[in-house]
């Protein structure tokens, strides 16, 4: 739990933006890296993945968001708000 507190204040959901820019950017193409972000999270959506709630923000999306009683605790925008403030409009 102290691990977990710890990593929450290290990344932030800014900081997610900017990195999904700058693969936008390395990539050349910004719809590609929304598709790969969007098919990500329907993955998590339809075959959850059993992380602990103290390892998940090291994942790319978060692994826990099937579960309500982690939302207030989540660390990861939704892949829907990532989509978004990438190409500026959801859904894709």
Same mark, same amino acid.
């Given at each position: 739990?102290?691990?977990?507190? %710890? /990593?929450?204040?290290?990344? /932030?959901?800014?900081? %997610?933006?900017?990195?999904?820019?700058? &693969?936008?950017?390395? $990539?050349? *193409?910004?719809?590609?890296?929304?598709?790969? $972000?969007?098919? $990500?999270?329907?993955?998590?959506?339809? %075959? @959850?993945?059993?992380?602990?709630?103290?390892?998940?923000?090291?994942?790319?999306? *978060? @692994?826990?968001?099937?579960? *309500?009683?982690?939302?207030?605790? &989540? *660390?990861? @925008?939704?892949?829907?708000?990532?989509?978004?403030?990438?190409?500026?409009?959801? @859904?894709?």
């Amino acid at each position: 739990p102290v691990i977990f507190l %710890l /990593s929450r204040f290290v990344q /932030s959901k800014a900081s %997610l933006h900017h990195l999904d820019e700058e &693969a936008a950017e390395l $990539i050349g *193409n910004p719809l590609s890296v929304a598709k790969a $972000i969007w098919r $990500i999270g329907c993955y998590t959506e339809t %075959l @959850p993945y059993p992380a602990a709630p103290a390892v998940s923000s090291l994942f790319f999306v *978060n @692994p826990l968001a099937h579960k *309500n009683w982690t939302r207030s605790f &989540a *660390n990861h @925008p939704s892949p829907e708000q990532r989509i978004r403030h990438l190409l500026g409009y959801y @859904p894709i």
